[in-house]
């Protein structure tokens, strides 16, 4: 795990993830010692100081006339992105008025690696409904993905929808949690391309490049609806590893 990009993908800045993380080794510090640990110039730790003391990330005591900084718990990082959601929820109506998004018909939007995928699916939360996925390989999933699938279905129960899901009838891995139905296509009439209908949203996912597009348009996403449940009624209910076998 990389802390330090984690770190700057939450808001902190390269400068300040390496004295947060360097303060959370070190315990209370002085400055000179700050300096000596991070490698940064003494002017450039005072300035980045700052900034985490406005964050909430540090604080400090004075001991003999002499600062000594100490970070806070890790716990304060959630009232910090807390704190940004926050923001954005008051200026998002001003912000979406600056541009009638509700009149667009059809409104493409591609996004591109792992990031890319997560964003869509977070996007598929936040929706908060209902939806089928077709075209579906795990064990790719698993692989590129990993713990955030965990979170993600842990969230999708929270959220109380499901999803209903068609894979190939020699699937190596399924998910095995309540949110999820899936169905089985036999392997030569399956279509590998994962794509998701959620509301008004189409997602498809592209392997090589790894790359999501996202196409809002309702008539469209109808279209891929009335297919998904053409397919989900020729699909069988266990994969072919498990036809015929008594449970």
């Not at 890319?116 to 936040?126: A, I, P, S």
């Not at 899901?165 to 891995?173: E, G, H, I, M, S």
């Not at 008004?200 to 996202?214: A, H, Q, S």
């Amino acid at each position: 795990m990389d802390l330090h990009q984690d770190l700057k993908r939450i808001g902190l800045g390269d400068g300040e993830t390496k004295i947060y993380l360097g303060l959370l080794k070190l315990g209370s510090s002085t400055v000179a010692k700050i300096t000596k640990e991070v490698k940064i110039h003494r002017t450039n730790v005072y300035d980045f100081l700052e900034k985490l003391l406005a964050k909430g990330l540090v604080n400090y005591v004075i001991v003999g006339g002499v600062k000594h900084y100490k970070a806070t718990h890790p716990n304060k990082l959630f009232d910090f992105v807390k704190e940004k959601e926050n923001i954005v929820s008051t200026i998002l109506p001003d912000l979406a008025k600056l541009s009638d998004f509700s009149k667009d018909e059809l409104g493409v939007e591609v996004y591109e690696g792992v990031e890319g995928v997560k964003t869509l699916l977070k996007d598929v939360l936040r929706e908060g409904k209902d939806h089928v996925i077709f075209g579906i390989d795990e064990t790719m999933f698993q692989k590129k993905l990993g713990p955030f699938m965990d979170w993600y279905f842990k969230e999708e129960k929270k959220k109380g929808f499901k999803e209903r899901v068609l894979t190939r009838d020699d699937a190596a891995f399924v998910y095995i949690y309540e949110t999820v139905i899936y169905r089985y296509l036999p392997a030569e009439s399956f279509n590998p391309t994962p794509t998701w209908v959620c509301g008004d949203n189409v997602g498809i996912l592209i392997w090589e490049p790894f790359t999501v597009i996202r196409i809002k348009n309702a008539a469209l996403a109808d279209t891929y609806n009335k297919y998904f449940e053409i397919l989900w009624k020729q699909a069988k209910q266990k994969p072919k590893s498990m036809i015929g076998k008594k449970k």
